[in-house]
């Protein structure tokens, strides 16, 4: 079956680095559209970035942009999604979520554009 499986969250301090991983498979994603999302407390689910099926294309949200990369790895079962987080602050904590956009090969920005989505991992930054 379809399985997007996020990894590396935890606690991180400001100003420190974390770098997420989402392996997407069950299904091809080479040559989908994959992004990762995220939500803190008591807020919307807002986008963070998304990636094109070969990545040579990527778009962030203003929040993140020149401080997050996401990046992705065309296995041949299973593609591997990362997220790596610099200079990180309080505001960046959250839950993340990978998703999988399968009917697009270029990255989208709204959530309603994924069909597949990963359960999330916690991110937490101390002050």
């Known amino acids: 079956q379809v399985q997007l499986v996020e990894s590396g969250g935890g606690l991180v301090q400001t100003g420190g680095s974390l770098r997420l991983s989402c392996a997407a498979s069950?299904?091809?994603?080479?040559?989908?559209?994959m992004g990762w999302f995220r939500q803190a407390p008591g807020k919307e689910r807002e986008f963070v970035a998304t990636i094109n099926w070969n990545g040579d294309s990527t778009y962030y949200a203003d929040s993140v942009r020149d401080r997050f990369t996401i990046s992705r790895d065309n296995a041949k079962n299973t593609v591997t999604v990362y997220l790596q987080m610099n200079a990180m602050t309080p505001e960046d904590a959250a839950v993340y979520y990978c998703?999988?956009?399968?009917?697009?090969?270029?990255?989208?920005?709204?959530?309603?554009?994924?069909?597949?989505w990963g359960q999330g991992t916690r991110v937490t930054v101390s002050s």
């Open positions: 998703a999988a956009a399968s009917s697009w090969s270029n990255g989208q920005v709204g959530d309603y554009m994924y069909d597949y």
């Open positions: 069950g299904r091809r994603f080479s040559s989908s559209a």
